[in-house]
């Protein structure tokens, strides 16, 4: 990883770490007064869930965005930025409990850790889940920003997280396992299951520093190639990795019979798919009347990344 990129997403980890923690404290804090020993546990797992070591790529995409349409962010854009850079990483967090369940991808191991079912239980995972979706939209509805840009985040959030998102991505990857599926079926799964998320995270960093029209898409490019490649090179690395280092099974994706790129186009065509659309994000970043250098980073980063 290129220093400059892992110092930005050390201090991105750090931040996003405090504040996760500054907000379940205040959580726990009303859970203490009301003595349940149940609310206490279901905050544990909560906080298992999302502070587990993750790559915070989503955050710090929050944070870049931002700076690349105000480089200089002042105090106050940062503290706002942190209440939406959590919201993003929550919801991320709550897909990935949600995924993980029997019901769902069934696995048993994420990021090198037993998944949540598995340390607790299948309930407690599903209303992990759904009290992570909703803690994200009360941090960007009690954030410092304007109520105009509030409305706007809540709306990139809820469009990419909802039908035309995120869960509808996972609806068809439910329905594709042990079906033929084509490339164009594939891409729009992963366009939806995971491209979705980036582009809001890309959106909610820029709108909430008040991006123009331009400047928003020409970020939303980006967001859309980064975003396909990131699963593209997931499905080289379910190949190509091994359990240890990916921190979830190896050849998971084999096993379940899903339609990955490598199996549809070869795994020297599909590695160089991610190449070009990575390309395609630098080509959509030169759009912008600033250096967007951390988006570059993490544009390279995405494609070299071994897990």
């Not at 110092?7 to 404290?25: A, D, P, Q, S, V």
């Not at 993750?54 to 854009?77: E, F, H, I, N, T």
Request: aromatic letters at 4%; proline letters at 3%; hydrophobic letters at 45%.
């Amino acid at each position: 990883m290129d220093a400059v990129l892992d110092t930005f997403l050390t201090k991105i980890r750090n931040r996003i770490h405090g504040h996760l923690h500054h907000t379940l404290k205040n959580q726990k804090s009303v859970f203490a007064d009301a003595g349940t020993q149940q609310l206490q546990r279901l905050m544990d797992a909560v906080l298992y869930s999302v502070d587990n070591g993750g790559k915070r790529l989503r955050p710090a995409l929050v944070y870049a965005s931002a700076q690349a349409v105000v480089p200089a962010l002042d105090v106050d854009q940062w503290a706002a930025l942190d209440d939406v850079a959590l919201a993003i990483e929550c919801t991320h967090s709550y897909s990935l409990v949600h995924d993980d369940l029997p019901a769902m991808d069934d696995d048993d191991l994420r990021r090198g850790k037993p998944t949540c079912h598995i340390a607790y239980d299948e309930a407690t995972a599903i209303l992990v889940g759904d009290g992570l979706q909703a803690l994200a939209f009360e941090l960007i509805a009690s954030s410092d920003l304007s109520s105009q840009r509030r409305i706007a985040i809540v709306a990139i959030l809820a469009r990419a997280a909802g039908n035309y998102g995120m869960v509808g991505g996972q609806a068809v990857d439910l329905a594709s396992e042990n079906q033929t599926v084509d490339l164009p079926t594939l891409e729009l799964l992963h366009r939806l299951k995971t491209g979705a998320m980036i582009r809001a995270s890309v959106a909610a960093g820029a709108t909430a520093v008040g991006a123009t029209k331009a400047q928003l898409s020409a970020l939303d490019a980006y967001a859309n190639a980064i975003g396909l490649a990131f699963q593209v090179h997931d499905d080289v690395l379910d190949i190509q990795s091994d359990t240890e280092t990916l921190g979830k099974p190896q050849g998971a994706d084999l096993r379940q019979n899903k339609a990955t790129y490598p199996s549809l186009m070869g795994l020297d065509e599909a590695i160089s798919k991610a190449a070009s659309l990575i390309e395609e994000a630098h080509a959509a970043l030169a759009q912008l009347p600033h250096e967007a250098t951390p988006l570059a980073a993490i544009a390279d980063y995405i494609i070299e990344r071994d897990h």
